[in-house]
């Protein structure tokens, strides 16, 4: 399965877009700022958010903040934003499992794709399968995890970021193209579930590789392998799945939404400001360290992102009859 990750990231954006820096602050006059993530603290997604909102304050705002909104698998996050106000000053960094894959797995979805506006990319992420101590220090392969979950299927788990999530589809995949039954366990986001991977509750986790990177380097986990096209430098020794002989190959993205009922000018505002945060050469920098490949948009190419990826995702759950409680 190739995953279509079509991005082109336009040069001298702020121009294209008819504002400059000075233009944005000037015409919004945002006392308190805010970004909504649907996740606990700690994980990617709120790292990444935090390091933005840092950036964001005295030029998008006079304050910026980011408000967690944890539950329903980053259902709730997304849900805030959609009634927020529609003055710019709450933006959305939702993964992009919740508007492209969703949609067509939640019959009750609080929200519609209508209900929030894109305004930039933020970052694209691979997915990793990591395994901890409840695994035998002899599992070091996708095939030898198979062969010990076979032998142990009282065992035999994985967790994921949320039920519906990428990782989980990710590991629904893999299950059926390695034969091996796994049950899944949802969290609240990465970071309770690696917590629970640490401590041997559960004996695998398919999240976002650099929640797996100081734990791998402690020697605590083990990546077998990760959902990309290339190996990451961060985890050399990681194969792909696509070259274990696994048809799966993804990239997600994460992104930065207003609510639906924002004008024009307020997504140009706020994409007029992200855009330099989001190239500034520190910020790519600490994206590499911790698995993030820092990417900025424009809004049009987000929302062809999103409805292209919401294309090939509905035709994937329809064919493999992926529910969020596979």
Not at 113 to 120: G, K, N
Not at 286 to 305: N, Y
């Amino acid at each position: 399965m190739n995953s279509r990750r079509r991005f082109i990231q336009a040069a001298g954006a702020l121009g294209v877009l008819g504002y400059t820096w000075p233009q944005a602050l000037r015409a919004q006059g945002i006392e308190l700022g805010k970004i909504i993530v649907g996740f606990p603290a700690g994980g990617t997604v709120d790292t990444l958010a935090r390091r933005v909102s840092d950036r964001l304050r005295g030029s998008y705002a006079r304050a910026v903040i980011v408000e967690n909104k944890p539950g329903a698998a980053g259902q709730i996050g997304v849900t805030a934003a959609k009634d927020s106000p529609a003055d710019g000053s709450a933006m959305l960094l939702t993964p992009s499992s919740m508007l492209s894959i969703y949609p067509f797995i939640f019959p009750k979805l609080q929200y519609r794709l209508e209900d929030i506006a894109p305004v930039s990319v933020g970052a694209y992420v691979n997915h990793g399968l990591a395994v901890g101590p409840a695994v035998p220090e002899s599992v070091k392969s996708v095939k030898d995890f198979s062969a010990w979950s076979n032998g142990n299927p009282d065992k035999a788990s994985y967790g994921s970021p949320g039920a519906g999530s990428m990782p989980h589809l990710i590991g629904v995949l893999l299950a059926k193209a390695s034969g091996t039954d796994l049950r899944h366990i949802p969290y609240r986001g990465a970071q309770p579930g690696v917590q629970d991977l640490l401590g041997g509750q559960i004996a695998s986790f398919l999240g976002p590789i650099g929640d797996f990177i100081p734990h791998v380097k402690a020697g605590k986990l083990r990546v077998l392998a990760i959902s990309g096209k290339e190996h990451s430098a961060l985890l050399p020794d990681a194969p792909t799945l696509r070259e274990l002989g696994f048809p799966i190959t993804v990239r997600e993205w994460y992104g930065f939404f207003l609510p639906g009922k924002a004008g024009p000018d307020a997504v140009r505002r706020a994409a007029a400001a992200l855009q330099p945060v989001l190239a500034q050469p520190e910020l790519v920098e600490f994206g590499k360290q911790v698995g993030l490949e820092i990417q900025s948009s424009t809004p049009q190419q987000l929302a062809d992102l999103l409805k292209a990826d919401a294309g090939e995702w509905r035709g994937l759950v329809k064919e493999t009859g992926f529910t969020a409680d596979s």
